[in-house]
């Protein structure tokens, strides 16, 4: 989210941006006062109204490491508040104590923050309101619209209906206030076991919408809290917590996905009949759903991406095939890359699936950008040139990116024998074959014309080393392909070959670990047919190989990112890559391969 990117993402308009631009032109927000860090009094008074501030949130649950889905919420939300002038809050909703940890909290913050996100002071907890949310639920009781449920979950399960068919009242529902609030203290107070009670709100059991029948909104659980620790027996639910967090908060665009719409009749009764109390003040938080990121051949449900690293198919959360957004990063993505595919795919009300292909290319454009070219041998096999002098070396000039002659050109150093891609040599060459075959001449890019003279092959009849006769005269000049129209060309360089392939020079290269990926599952929809997902993951999904580098690539830094010529874009991994003994992941492919289109 840099300033170069703000005016492109402005550009891309879309419903949400809509409705922030809608509320901004008619003042919706002017009469709110704002506060600073939010509270209870914080809704009423504060600092003088901001009417040119929207406030949006990122409201992760910490029990998990973000995904690319994930990605595109941050995006849109702290987007939003770049582009509008407001502020993006980000908020843990940490009501469920026995699934969260600090761990996830570390995490979705180092990924918020990489990809951009700046919340300033604005870092809040749902467990910072509990007391809050606690003396709002005596508010509701103390109105006769909450009550202590003593039913069992069986019990209640069969009196709540269905998707077609209205619930049915509970024999507590018109238990007294006085009763229900004693019962909600005593629950407070830790004497009663897991599950004796439940609070509910007294809505409309005969509701069309499940979620309005008489949800409950704080359930009884022994359990140490992350931040809170033993204070709480009882914790407060999700739909209740989420829609005053934001109150208090001053949220006033509240986005989340699509699931959530059914739930949008109970965010704003809650907040309406608090803003009735007195409890806050209107104008209330809004809430919009947009649709959420799918994406073929990965999973981002949670409870799948936590059985992929618990179980072992993957090795770590930031594993490079995952994606999850340490995954990503370590894969090579860069946040830019990310943010282009989120205009890209933009936000919409309809639920789709975007095609990984769209991510992959969000990912070359960018680093084709801003990745130097170098070269790497992964398949090696030798090539001898029979008559360039033993012992003489000398110095190839290659440009550090093709388009961009500012970026300058590197030294490669040439020498008699060399390593060249196994697949750059034929010896029986298929019809339109252009690199090298007996008989055949090829450019060594950026250096000179050989000829394939003869082949050595080992026992086992595979081609050992191939030899060649070098035409001193044919070197390529300074970087740049030679150009045969080009005013002084050589006549050497006027010479036509078809074939161009990269070399390293042997006694110069360097060795170095390169891990190369593939999609993690075999199909585009895991687990979407009868096949569990996990017995759709692609055993091929990754291989490592030590290849031949160009000498300056052992000093890579984590992080760095090249383009291998050829081979796709690397980046040196953030983990095991060490100054000296290197180690790259592929990120991506080159959608073409000069090999070939330079022909
Ligand atoms: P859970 O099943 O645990 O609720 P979740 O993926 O919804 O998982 P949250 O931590 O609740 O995780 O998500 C934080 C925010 O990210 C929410 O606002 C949610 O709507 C948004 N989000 C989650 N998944 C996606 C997705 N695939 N596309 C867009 N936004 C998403
Ligand atoms: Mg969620």
């Known amino acids: 989210m ?13 419903f949400v941006r809509n409705i922030v631009e809608e509320d901004l032109r008619t003042g919706k927000y002017a009469s709110r006062r704002w506060g600073g860090r939010p509270g209870p009094a914080a809704a009423h008074a504060g600092a003088p109204a901001d009417p040119a501030r929207i406030r949006t949130r990122f ?49 979705i913050l180092d990924a918020v923050r990489w990809l951009g996100g700046d919340w300033g002071e604005h870092l809040y907890y749902a467990s910072d309101y509990f007391e809050t949310l606690y003396r709002f639920a005596e508010m509701f009781i103390e109105h006769g619209l909450a009550y202590v449920e003593s039913l069992s979950a069986d019990e209640l399960r069969a009196l709540r209906g269905t998707l077609t068919e209205g619930g049915e009242n509970s024999p507590y529902r018109d238990r007294p ?22 609070l509910r709100l007294k809505i ?3 509701s069309g919408n499940i979620n309005m029948r008489d949800p409950v909104i704080y359930r009884i659980r022994h359990a140490h809290h992350h931040r809170t620790g033993d204070a709480w027996c009882i914790y407060p639910m999700y739909d209740y917590t989420h829609c005053i967090s934001d109150a208090l908060e001053n949220i006033t665009h509240s986005i989340c996905t699509l699931e959530f719409e059914d739930h949008r009749p109970l965010y704003d009764w809650v907040l309406e009949r608090l803003a009735d109390f007195g409890a806050l003040a209107r104008p209330l938080p809004r809430q919009i759903e947009f649709a959420r990121l799918n994406l073929t051949y990965v999973v981002l449900s949670k409870r799948k991406l936590i059985q992929l690293v618990e179980d072992g198919h993957v ?6 095939r995952l994606p999850t957004i340490v995954g990503f990063r370590r894969r090579g993505y860069t946040p830019e890359s990310l943010q282009l595919f989120a205009e890209r795919i933009g936000v919409a009300k309809e639920n789709s699936t975007i095609d990984m292909s769209i991510l992959e290319d969000c990912l070359r454009e960018d680093l084709n950008e801003r990745a130097p070219r170098r070269i790497a041998v992964l398949d090696p096999v030798k090539l001898v040139i029979d008559n360039y002098p033993e012992g003489s070396e000398e110095q190839c000039q290659a440009p550090n990116h093709p388009q961009k002659p ?51 092959k080992d026992a086992s009849g595979n081609v050992a080393v191939i030899h060649c006769s070098y035409d001193p005269a044919s070197k390529s000049s300074q970087g740049q392909l030679p150009d045969p129209g080009r005013a002084g060309a ?46 759709e993951i692609n055993p091929d999904s990754k291989s490592s190989i030590s290849a031949w580098l160009e000498p300056a690539l052992t000093e890579a830094k984590p992080e760095e990112r090249f383009q291998f010529e050829r081979h796709g874009y690397f980046v ?13 992941n592929r990120a991506v492919t080159l959608r073409d391969s000069w090999g070939k289109a330079g022909s």
């Open 204 to 206: 409309d059991m005969a």
């Open 572 to 584: 040196a991994d953030l983990k095991d890559s060490k100054a000296g003994a290197p180690v790259f």
């Open 177 to 198: 206030p006085a009763e229900s609030l004693d019962l909600f203290r005593r629950m407070r107070a830790g004497e009663f076991p897991d599950g004796a009670h439940v």
């Open 2 to 14: 840099k300033a170069e990117n703000s005016s492109k993402a402005a550009a891309a308009t879309n």
């Open 59 to 107: 409201p992760p649950e910490p029990n998990g490491y973000l995904h690319i889905g994930h990605a595109k919420s941050i995006l849109l939300n702290f987007g939003l508040a770049r582009d509008y002038g407001g502020l993006c809050h980000m908020r843990f909703d940490d009501t469920n104590p026995t699934k969260e940890e600090q761990e996830y909290v570390d995490s």
């Open 406 to 456: 500012e970026w300058g050109q590197r030294a490669i150093p040439f020498s008699r024998e060399l390593w060249i891609e196994r697949e750059d040599f034929m010896e029986n060459p298929s019809k339109g074959y252009f690199r090298l075959s007996p008989g055949a001449e090829v450019r060594l890019r950026y250096a000179y014309i050989v000829k394939c003279e003869r082949v050595e």
């Open 490 to 535: 050589s006549g050497a360089e006027k010479k036509k070959v078809k074939g161009n392939i990269h070399w390293l020079s042997a006694q110069h290269a360097a060795a170095g670990k390169v891990r190369l990926y593939d999609r993690l599952f075999r199909v585009s929809n895991p687990g979407a047919g009868s096949v569990e997902f996990l017995a």
């Open 315 to 320: 090795e770590g959360w930031d594993d490079p």
